[in-house]
């Protein structure tokens, strides 16, 4: 009888044991019924910039940009004088290795070889040009004009002066001046980065096109999709 009784109670013992045991790793596994994550969000940096017009540093719209010399891939120095019959500038800040900025190439020469007859040059600025960068390097740059055969101005930001100036947060990040060197678009190039043949709105194209009928563009500003701007 007394075997009996032990028995029973050391089953009883680890029946309990094993039922607390499980709940606590049930409470350790896997997230909560109601979906909800505790822990610090993944990985990586959203690819919209969040910042307002209002909140941007440097050009706004109807601001007269100032005149800058930067290294073009071929050596030499560049300069927005150096386009004669300018009806306008698309400057742009991009790069060698954004993913967003590699997805818009083929893109800005399409715009540079539409609207540079027309008046309205593509100049692409690089700001995360960096010798201690080797993907990001002049040399670089120079490979991936290159091999794309760049038909506009590839520019190194070296000393990082002139996307402070101009306020780029992005890569890519237009800036569409008029002949009169003032900021009339600032934003994105269409509404659809991954995929050329889902465009439905060409925003640079639509402001270049308003420029030409004597408007403002409307929109005048849209937020931009890329990669964040390497300040340093």
Known sequence: MKKTSLLFMTVLFLSSFLITTNISAQERQGPPPNGEHKGPPGGGHNPEQTESLKQMKGYKIGDTAAY????????????????????????????????????????????????????????????????????????????????????????????????????????????????????????TIDDNAKSAKDVKVKYVEEAIASLENGKKPNPNFTKAIGCPVKAD
Request: net charge positive; glycine share 4%.
């Open 68 to 187: 800058f010399k930067l290294k073009n891939i071929d050596g030499t120095m560049f300069s927005l004088s150096d386009i004669k019959n300018a009806k306008g500038y698309i400057v742009v800040f991009t790069c060698n290795e954004c993913p967003f900025a590699k997805m818009y190439e083929d893109r800005l020469i399409a715009l540079h070889t539409e609207y540079a007859p027309k008046g309205y040059a593509v100049v692409a600025i690089n700001p995360n040009v960096s010798a201690s960068n080797e993907k990001e390097s002049f040399a670089a740059m120079q490979q991936r004009a290159k091999e794309k055969q760049f038909p506009f101005v590839y520019l190194a930001d070296t000393k990082k002066e002139v996307f402070p100036m101009f306020g780029a947060l992005r890569t890519p990040h237009v800036f569409l001046l008029d002949n009169a060197m003032k900021v009339q678009y600032i934003g």
